[in-house]
């Protein structure tokens, strides 16, 4: 199908494409809001401000298809294939990403407030300045993603894989992290504030300079981290594992 018969077609009422095949499909701009392309084939698609507000893009491949500056509000993402997507400034606010393959996707600006992102690969994602407030990472695979200046607030990245992130001046204030895995994660300057670490691995983390105000992080594996020039007012350490770490006082 060429972007022209879509979009035609989409004129004429139609709403249902799925598994239409529009690979390299030259889409900018187009309007197919509540566009039902579920398994669609849209991979190398140039769908820049293209409005997809509540569509149906489940299971669909979108394998780097660009999408900067795309509506994607409310859209459903389940299992679509996003690896090397440009989302850059993207709208997902409340779509369901839940099981989407991003890994080494480029959100960089996205705004993901209240996405499901359950079990989605994040993995060498930029997810650099993107909003995440009250999004759902539960057991996501964040492995070397890049999150400098992000948004987390609220987020629930309980069980999540974040091996080597980069959280750099992220606001992490209120965020679910229990039992997350943070080891070698770089944290210098976030905040970490009321954060629940329940049980986390930080491993050689670096948390210079973070603010870790009243977050728990009982029972949390700190082994060899650095704590230098962190704030601790009020954190809850018991049964935290301290040993080798750099910067800490009791």
Sequence with gaps: MTSEELLQQYAEGKRDFSGADLSGANLFGA?????????????????????????????????AANLTGANLYGANLYGANLTGA??????LTGADLSGADLSGADLYGANLTGANLIGANLTAANLTAAN??????????????NLPGANLSAANLYGADLTGANFTGANLSGAGLSGANLTAANLTAANLYGANLTGANL????????????????????YGANLSGASLSGANLSGANLSGVLGYKK
């Design 31 to 63: 309007f197919l809001f509540k566009a039902d392309l579920t398994g669609a084939n849209l991979s190398g698609a140039n769908l820049t401000a293209a409005n997809l507000s509540i569509a149906n893009l489940s299971i669909a491949n979108l394998t």
């Design 86 to 91: 440009n989302l850059t400034g993207a709208n």
């Design 132 to 145: 995440l407030t009250a999004a759902n990472l539960y057991g996501a695979n964040l492995y070397g993603a």
């Design 203 to 222: 491993t050689g983390a670096n948390l210079t300079g973070a603010d870790l105000s009243v977050a728990n992080l009982s029972a949390a594996n700190l």
